[in-house]
């Protein structure tokens, strides 16, 4: 379950499925506060800066947008929602987060949005 995985022209299909649910998370005002710091801090990568704030954050938008995360989960997995929450355990979830989170793509994809810092992932001066 990656989105570097993701080819040919399904990719649209993705791109335009994901904005809801991102969006929800995005425009949380309790995970905006999670995300006060805009910049990465001087001489840190910015993947590790974002793979950080995911680690902090990850219960509370884990609790709070249950949906969207199987949502988005389901759009870059290409599988039936229905048919994944059934067969879903707490080892195959965490297993299909952690595949998603070590994906350099979508890393790169939230920080590009600007979905997870609320801000540039560019490094402070």
């Not at 590790?48 to 989960?73: C, W």
């Not at 979830?93 to 994809?109: K, R």
């Amino acid at each position: 379950m990656k989105l570097s995985e993701v080819k040919g022209e399904r990719v649209f299909d993705v791109m335009a499925d994901l904005i809801e649910p991102l969006c929800k998370i995005a425009t949380d005002k309790q995970v905006k506060a999670l995300f006060k710091q805009r910049t990465c801090p001087k001489g840190m990568d910015p993947r590790d800066f974002m793979l950080k704030r995911i680690q902090q954050a990850g219960p509370k938008i884990i609790k709070a947008h249950k949906d969207d995360l199987i949502d988005v989960l389901c759009i870059i997995g290409d599988l039936d929602r229905a048919e994944y929450v059934g067969g879903m355990t707490l080892m195959s979830l965490w297993s299909d987060v952690m595949e998603l989170l070590s994906d350099e793509d979508f890393v790169s994809f939230l920080a590009s949005a600007n979905i997870v810092a609320g801000g540039s992932p560019s490094t402070s001066d």
